[in-house]
């Protein structure tokens, strides 16, 4: 968060509050609407178990461009179906995943993340994936 801020000090304001709190989230991002504006752009790394959480971060961004950060295990097409837009949102997603490199397997740096984060809003790319999924791996793996 810190690097994407610095890149974008006028415009990056971020907002970060435990989004299991629900009530805390939809209060914060309301003090931020009308403190700052309504959001053009929303980056939202919401976790699975999170209740409603990325719902309401929609509610509060009526008109903004929101890309969900989404883990490696989560099923990117059943994440959106469970979500209700509007016709002046645009949604978008970048899925975590895993780097192969030689025999070893590693987790996505934080440079990496914000990196491919913003080269995916650059392309307006609706889904990105970062490496590779465990599943697909493990698929790949049982076919060869």
Same mark, same amino acid.
């Given at each position: 968060?810190?690097?994407?801020?610095?890149?974008?000090?006028?415009?990056?304001?971020?907002?970060?509050?435990?989004?299991?709190?629900?009530?805390?989230?939809?209060?914060?991002?309301?003090?931020?609407?009308?403190?700052?504006?309504?959001?053009?752009?929303?980056?939202?790394?919401?976790?699975?178990?999170?209740?409603?959480?990325?719902?309401?971060?929609? =509610?509060?961004? &009526?008109? @903004?461009? !929101?890309?969900?950060?989404?883990?490696?295990?989560?099923?990117? #097409?059943?994440?959106?179906?469970?979500?209700?837009?509007?016709?002046?949102?645009?949604?978008?997603?970048?899925?975590?995943? =895993?780097?192969? &490199?030689? @025999?070893? !397997?590693?987790?996505?740096?934080?440079?990496?993340?914000?990196? #491919?984060?913003?080269?995916?809003?650059?392309?307006?790319?609706?889904?990105?994936?970062?490496?590779?999924?465990?599943?697909?791996?493990?698929?790949?793996?049982?076919?060869?």
């Amino acid at each position: 968060m810190a690097s994407i801020v610095q890149r974008n000090p006028e415009t990056c304001h971020p907002l970060i509050v435990d989004y299991r709190e629900e009530e805390a989230l939809s209060s914060a991002l309301q003090h931020a609407v009308q403190q700052n504006s309504p959001f053009d752009r929303v980056i939202a790394w919401v976790h699975r178990g999170s209740g409603k959480a990325m719902q309401i971060i929609l =509610e509060h961004s &009526e008109t @903004a461009e !929101v890309i969900h950060i989404l883990g490696s295990r989560a099923n990117s #097409e059943y994440e959106k179906r469970c979500l209700c837009f509007n016709e002046q949102q645009t949604y978008r997603q970048v899925q975590l995943g =895993e780097i192969h &490199e030689m @025999a070893s !397997v590693r987790w996505l740096t934080h440079d990496e993340i914000v990196e #491919e984060v913003l080269d995916a809003i650059q392309n307006q790319d609706d889904y990105r994936l970062i490496g590779t999924r465990k599943d697909d791996v493990d698929v790949h793996s049982r076919n060869d």
